[in-house]
């Protein structure tokens, strides 16, 4: 199936073993809007993402893709069209064109350099002894945390996702490169879900859900939650 990009969680909570991390969560996104998630580590953000693409599956609660219920999606076929990037970054020693069509190995060269665009990371790719296809590890070619993050991103994009999970994947980006990428993102027509601690990543963002101790104790705007959580004000506005 197709998907919009509309995801609704209706009082979903969520258990690792006997240990409770989500606790009644419901919020809906839109097709096409970005959300951000914030909250302390722990409070459950990584959790509550990977059930969106079935990473983790036993829930209490409803969530749905486009007004079904996720069950009836199979894992595959979601996968195709939910793009994570996790929090800790997985490139190989392949080339830089191979690290990007990771998982899309058909890609034409032209998505590949697209997807590198939107993820700001092309110039760099430029470069490189042999652009594109500078092997990783080879002739001194390393990449810093923020330029693998990027790669990762991108590779990501190069699947065209209706749904972008960035699981703390811009936390080594200056502010400036940042808002680039997330202003390209904005013309991809998909849902994006942002993890970040910097009140800056999710300004933009049509809604924020602030995570504490697996309960969603805020969400809207960063607006409406500097005028209407003091929890936000105070640990977030610094
Ligand atoms: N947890 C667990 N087993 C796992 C993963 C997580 O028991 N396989 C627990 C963690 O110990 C934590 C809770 O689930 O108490 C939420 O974890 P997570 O969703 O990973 O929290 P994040 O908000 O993503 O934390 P961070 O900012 O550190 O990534
Ligand atoms: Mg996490």
New binding site residues.
Partial sequence: QELKGEVRFERVSFF??D?P?LHNVSFHAQPGQTIGLL??????????L?LIPRLYEKHSGEIYLDDNPIEVFDTKSLRKQISLVP?DVHLFSGSVRSNIAWGKENAKMSEVVEAAKQAQIHSFIKTLPDGYDTVLGQKGVTFSGGQKQRLSIARALVRKPKILIL??STSALDAYTEMKLLNSLKTQQCTVFI?AQKISSLKEANQILL?HQ?KLIAQGSHEELLNESPYYREVFQS
């Fill in positions: 690792h073993s240990h991390v909250g302390e580590t722990g409070a459950g953000k990584t959790s509550l990977h929090q699981d703390d993890v995570l697996g």
